[in-house]
């Protein structure tokens, strides 16, 4: 069937996309399950080693990594992993197609969805640049399902001054050549996926006399090979692989740089805002790590509570024990619907199908879901692995890996701290559109459940939330910067609690719900949906509060002498 213009109806069009995606995504389930999750704990099982000199005496600088690793490389190409949301084949929902195939892939690829988040993060850096003539082969190569093609990429930001204040820790100086390359001298204190084929990466140019420009506007953002034609490192030397707490499977290293063959694709002084595209992509990744890492904790404690009897009956049979597992599953429906929001926005960006709300909405909501779920995955992971009793302290059932995997999502990527002053900047640059944006959308989602008897105490809730957070933004405008300062991380509790309620409720509100979807949204809604206006009302922003807090901290702390 077809319109008036040759097309589809949408409706049809769109079913069609999902038996497509459906019948993707049971192919690459079962090959999870019998492929690649042993390939996995294999990766877990034989880290990357760093192999300095050869046997005569000579530096080589090898990262040596496992058959596995190097097949999972190959099996992300062949699932298109990366190429699924660049060849847009079903349009604005390829993103949503890509997210839910990494999310599948996350908790069975052995660590190797680190080096896949940056990889995609810097295919978008490149596409956002217009695809250049000098960048297409990279660009082609991040993004093919060849897997003798296939490139993975790193992204090296960290220095040895600063993680997340990169604007006053990057080092590194940039001197351009004759040839119109540049060549890259400096330390690269925290590279994940070392053993990438390529990188994006920040530096200082330095101009006639040896000068550079410090803050922001200094940093300028360059493509490096890692390893030339031969296969020898771009004069770049291997200092030590990093002693991990987790993500062990994976290469991370200090690098030296020196005269490393760079080229600027960035405007000079214009690399923070050029490579903002790939840290939000990273951020995705990270909350879908995030959320597959607590739907995986939770189904291993669910099946356990069905297996485990202690007191004479099953787990499962023991009214405590079920409403905790009942409690991290609404946390974890909560993360997963946020993530499929926010990855679904995105989609209409890359297709120009967003409005400007969509636009304002996502930009506001990417560091506002990564730095909660983070935070939530940890919680999630812990008493998942709680709920195993002490066996979910022994190694050898592979949750302990999992947990340590799991504590590095709030700290990759920008800590929480971090994230919360990155919210603040971005309503600042929407000069207050973006609040506007969140609060007329939180309330067409609310109005969705208007006919829904059993959500109306969740939507009540939400709305009473809703009219605290517009007080706290009336009340914190007059009350200058400290307070806001001090308000950052409550205030984004408080827009993902509301914003993922608002989620649930409209998801409870469908023809088709189901009593615990309906369940689900009651609860979540339950919690302190708006902590930033409780801790308002506390005084908890205030000057004397902050000095407190110092106070608190130190007291009886030597001022000085005291070491790590």
Not at 381 to 399: I, K, N, P, R, W
Request: glycine share 8%; charged share 25%; with cysteine.
């Amino acid at each position: 069937m077809e319109g008036p213009s040759g097309e589809r109806p949408r409706a049809l069009q769109d079913n069609m996309v999902l038996e497509e995606v459906n019948q993707d995504l049971e192919r690459f389930g079962n090959r999870l399950l019998t492929k690649i999750k042993p390939l996995g704990w294999e990766c877990e099982l034989n880290p990357p080693v760093f192999r300095q000199y050869d046997a005569w005496g000579q530096r080589v600088d090898q990262i040596v990594t496992c058959s596995a690793w190097r097949r999972m490389k190959e099996i992300s190409a062949e699932e298109g992993l990366i190429a699924e949301a660049y060849e847009r084949k079903y349009s604005n929902w390829s993103r949503l197609h890509q997210a839910v195939k990494l999310y599948l892939f996350s908790s069975c690829s052995g660590g190797f969805n680190c080096p896949l988040a940056m990889t995609d993060g810097a295919a978008k850096v490149i596409e956002s640049l217009g695809i250049p003539g000098s960048l297409k082969d990279a660009f082609d190569r991040l993004t093919t399902r060849d897997p003798k093609k296939f490139w993975t990429s790193g992204q090296w930001m960290t220095e040895r001054r600063g993680g997340s204040d990169v604007a006053n820790g990057t080092e590194t100086v940039a001197r351009k050549q004759p040839d119109g390359t540049y060549r890259l001298y400096g330390f690269k204190w925290f590279t994940s996926a070392a053993d990438s084929d390529m990188t994006l990466t920040l530096a200082r140019i330095a101009d006639a006399e040896g000068h550079v420009k410090q803050g922001s506007s200094g940093l300028s953002l360059f493509f490096l090979k890692v390893r030339d034609e031969e296969g020898k490192l771009n004069n770049i030397q291997v200092q030590r692989l990093k002693d991990k707490l987790g993500t062990r499977q994976m290469a991370t290293a200090e690098l030296w740089l020196d005269g490393a063959k760079a080229e600027l694709i960035s405007a000079e002084g214009r690399g923070v805002a050029s490579i903002s595209n790939m840290l939000n992509i990273t951020r995705i990744h990270n909350v879908i790590g995030a959320v597959a890492s607590m739907r995986r904790m939770l189904s291993l404690s669910r099946d356990y509570a069905r297996r485990r009897v202690a007191f004479g009956k099953l787990l499962k049979d023991h009214p405590l024990h079920m409403q905790t597992i009942a409690r991290m599953e609404v946390q974890t429906r909560g993360a997963f619907l946020l993530l499929m929001e926010i990855v679904r926005l995105l989609g209409l960006a890359e297709t120009n199908m967003a409005s400007e709300q969509d636009q304002l909405l996502l930009r506001l909501l990417i560091p506002v879901a990564k730095l909660y779920t983070g935070k939530q995955a940890s919680a999630v992971a812990v008493e998942a692995m709680e709920s195993f009793g002490g066996q979910g302290y022994m190694e050898d059932t592979g949750l302990p890996v999992m947990l340590r995997d799991t504590l590095v999502l709030s700290i990759w990527e920008g800590t929480t701290n971090i994230l919360s002053l990155d919210v603040l900047r971005s309503l600042t640059k929407s000069q207050g559109q973006a609040m506007a944006v969140f609060f007329s959308t939180v309330q067409k989602k609310l109005e969705r459940a208007s006919s829904t008897a059993k959500l109306e105490p969740a939507v009540k809730q939400t709305r009473d939330a809703i009219s605290s957070l517009a007080r706290f933004t009336q009340a914190a405008g007059s009350k200058g910067a400290l307070t806001m300062e001090l308000a950052a991380r409550d205030f984004s509790y408080s827009l993902a609690r509301i914003y993922t309620g608002a989620l649930l409720i409209e998801h409870a509100a469908r023809p088709d719900a189901s009593s615990a979807d309906i369940s689900a949204a009651r609860r979540w809604c339950n919690q302190e949906l708006c902590p930033v206006a409780t801790e308002l009302q506390n005084s908890s922003y205030e000057a004397e509060e902050a000095l407190m807090d110092s106070t608190l901290v130190y007291e009886g702390s030597p001022a000085r002498g005291s070491r790590l």
